[in-house]
């Protein structure tokens, strides 16, 4: 069984006035939602082999975030990551190929990108909507084990969790 985890990236900072959006960093609620995303990955025992993020400097701080965790430091959670220009601020169908593009022999891919190509692939996959706040996961078991070529046709796909940083105890 594979897994397919989407991650939106934590809480931005709009402070700056005239920033680039790409450029964009992390508040401090996403500087303390993105450990907290972390360790609830720890918690459910879920280990991304890959992780696909886009090029935005708050996806990066994010991914940077989850690299800081107990869990990484000790050696249980070694990813690939991998940083596509493609998934800034991409369409369902540019996750996709990414996911085909990079997927391999993954058991298990984290995407880390933006809404709203997240919320609307999230949505597909589940078969209802779903609202996709900042930091929130949702994870995904895939019956097929070719399902890489196509997730949204992969035969069984299963919404797994779903959690968001406000839902989660500490």
Not at 52 to 58: D, G, K
Not at 67 to 94: C, H, M, N, V
Not at 124 to 133: H, M, R
Request: proline letters at 6%; one cysteine or more.
């Amino acid at each position: 069984m594979r897994r397919l985890l989407f991650m939106r990236h934590a809480k931005s900072d709009w402070t700056e006035p005239g920033q680039a959006d790409i450029d964009r960093g992390l508040n401090s609620r996403g500087l303390r939602d993105a450990p907290r995303m972390a360790r609830w990955i720890e918690s459910q025992g879920i280990v991304p082999q890959l992780i696909l993020a886009s090029t935005a400097t708050r996806v990066r701080q994010t991914v940077d975030l989850l690299y800081s965790s107990q869990f990484i430091a000790d050696g249980k959670w070694d990813p690939l990551l991998l940083f596509r220009a493609d998934l800034y601020l991409a369409a369902p169908e540019t996750i996709l190929r990414a996911i085909c593009a990079d997927g391999g022999d993954s058991d298990s891919i984290l995407i880390v990108a933006h809404n709203p190509g997240l919320e609307c692939l999230v949505s597909q996959l589940a078969g209802e909507s779903y609202p996709f706040p900042t930091a929130a996961i949702a994870v995904f078991q895939l019956a097929d084990n070719h399902c890489w070529r196509d997730p949204l046709h992969a035969g069984h796909v299963k919404l797994e969790h779903f959690a968001r940083p406000k839902a989660i105890d500490d």
